[in-house]
């Protein structure tokens, strides 16, 4: 069974500082992984997917790195804003279930 | 081009009572999934439809969940009788399918249940 962990559960950073989100799997046969960000109350987002036979995903000021052998995953967001604060959840895919880490929940102070 | 749409957002009712939640997908995307998701805790496929196909229900609890997409469309999770453990929220997907591999999921915003 897929073991998805996120450390660290929650975070608060300045406004302005860089944020690096982690995620750890333990089955390294992975299709893809998807960055996904949750508001309160809300559904979920989709940041970004990267496919298993790619290292990173960039859009705007978030990038994703993917290290599938050591079972990780990398989230930067950069020069972060008080509109970044939220949940980020990190999702990968075997076959067509995926299986979610429990989030960190992201706070930057104004 | 509109998301995946969910109904109701909210919903409480007391225990022992009937629920059922709807979903429509993105137009086109032949997979839909469920998902349920507890407080602080990353969301747990329920079931996985292919069009009208029930492809992966292994984790829906059958003695009371039930759930159906007759026209490969919109789909109707049900619970029947609720229990106070299924206080969450119930979360829908779609991919466009399985045709090229396994697909991004677009998530709707959700149904909140509360059991009392």
């Known amino acids: 069974k897929q073991e998805v962990t996120q450390i660290p559960a929650a975070l608060s950073v300045p406004e302005g500082e860089n944020l690096v989100l982690n995620c750890s799997f333990t089955d390294s046969a992975i299709y893809n992984l998807q960055w996904f960000r949750q508001d309160p109350g809300k559904g979920l987002t989709s940041l970004l997917l990267?496919?298993?036979?790619?290292r990173e995903q960039t859009s705007g000021r978030l990038n994703a790195s993917l290290d599938k052998s050591s079972g990780r995953s990398t989230l930067y967001i950069a020069a972060s804003q008080p509109g970044d604060s939220a949940t980020y959840l990190c999702?990968?895919?075997?076959?067509?279930?995926?299986?979610f880490g429990a989030g960190t929940t992201v706070t930057v102070r104004a | 081009e509109a998301g995946v749409v969910q109904s109701p957002r909210y919903k409480i009712i007391e225990k022992k009572q009937p629920v059922a939640f709807w979903c429509n997908p993105i137009s086109g995307h032949n997979t839909l999934y469920w998902y349920l998701q507890n407080l602080g805790q990353g969301p747990e496929l329920l079931i996985r439809y292919e069009n009208e196909e029930a492809v992966d229900d292994s984790q829906l609890p059958k003695d009371r969940f039930s759930a159906e997409r007759l026209k490969g469309v919109d789909s109707t999770l049900k619970i029947q009788p609720a229990e106070l453990g299924d206080s969450a929220v119930y979360l829908c997907a779609s991919s466009p399918g399985a045709a090229g591999g396994v697909n991004e999921q677009f998530f709707g915003p959700g149904t909140r249940l509360t059991v009392l």
């Open positions: 999702a990968v895919a075997n076959d067509y279930k995926l299986s």
């Open positions: 990267i496919q298993s036979s790619q």
